[in-house]
């Protein structure tokens, strides 16, 4: 099965997974677009899409007003409709009246710590038969899998965030102990430096006194 083959590729980015998986899709359900979209608030943003006859592209954003799937994200459940003009609850939406999307199915994708997005298929023109509860199947373990492949990768890249930062702070350290190495061997220098003059000048003040016929009092006003 396709389907297998392409969420189980090794090795495999998560971008590419979801650009064959998203294809695949949009062609066993029969409609013109498929998107994964990514809600944040009232903004919907497109995470990623197939859409070879509409100007749809990743990374745009729109009101989550103006989409169907200000509708999906307030069920649990798929939502599903195959004749828009026909159906008063959405021959009335936004969406179908700035885009004229006649037929639509999608699911909210939900991760741990919430919402996430959605999943959704929409075409400009209207199908004969509803979609099939196979159809609806097909959504809930299509946007399952993705679910759990978006909080894999989300955890993957909070790995690597974290081994470059232990990495960023080893490099650190090391530096840190070579500055104080450092900082210690001028310190030791100086104080040889400071310590030899004083040393130096009472030995040669010694030598003086000895080869010289000095009293007492005068050897000590010369060393004051």
């Not at 994200?73 to 004229?100: E, M, R």
């Amino acid at each position: 099965m396709e389907w297998i083959r392409i969420t189980t590729m090794p090795h495999a980015p998560l971008e590419h997974k979801l650009s064959k998986l998203l294809r695949l899709s949009r062609a066993f359900l029969k409609t013109d677009v498929a998107i994964l979209a990514k809600i944040r608030g009232d903004l919907y943003e497109i995470f990623a899409v197939d859409s070879p006859k509409l100007a749809i592209e990743q990374g745009q954003q729109f009101e989550l007003a103006l989409t169907y799937c200000e509708k999906t994200i307030q069920s649990p459940h798929v939502t599903s409709f195959h004749q828009a003009c026909n159906d008063s609850l959405w021959s009335c939406h936004p969406a179908y009246k700035n885009f004229k999307l006649e037929s639509y199915i999608g699911i909210p994708i939900h991760l741990e710590d919430g919402l996430f997005g959605t999943l959704g298929f929409s075409s400009t023109s209207g199908r004969t038969e509803p979609f099939t509860p196979q159809d609806h199947n097909y959504v809930q373990m299509t946007a399952r899998w993705m679910a759990q492949a978006i909080e894999e990768n989300e955890r993957e890249q909070k790995r690597k965030q974290e081994i470059v930062y232990l990495q960023q702070s080893a490099q650190k350290a090391r530096q840190e102990v070579v500055r104080i190495a450092q900082f210690q061997q001028n310190l030791l220098g100086r104080i040889k430096h400071d310590l030899s003059f004083p040393l130096q000048g009472l030995a040669s003040m010694s030598s003086e006194l000895a080869a010289s016929p000095t009293s007492i009092t005068q050897a000590r006003d010369r060393l004051r």
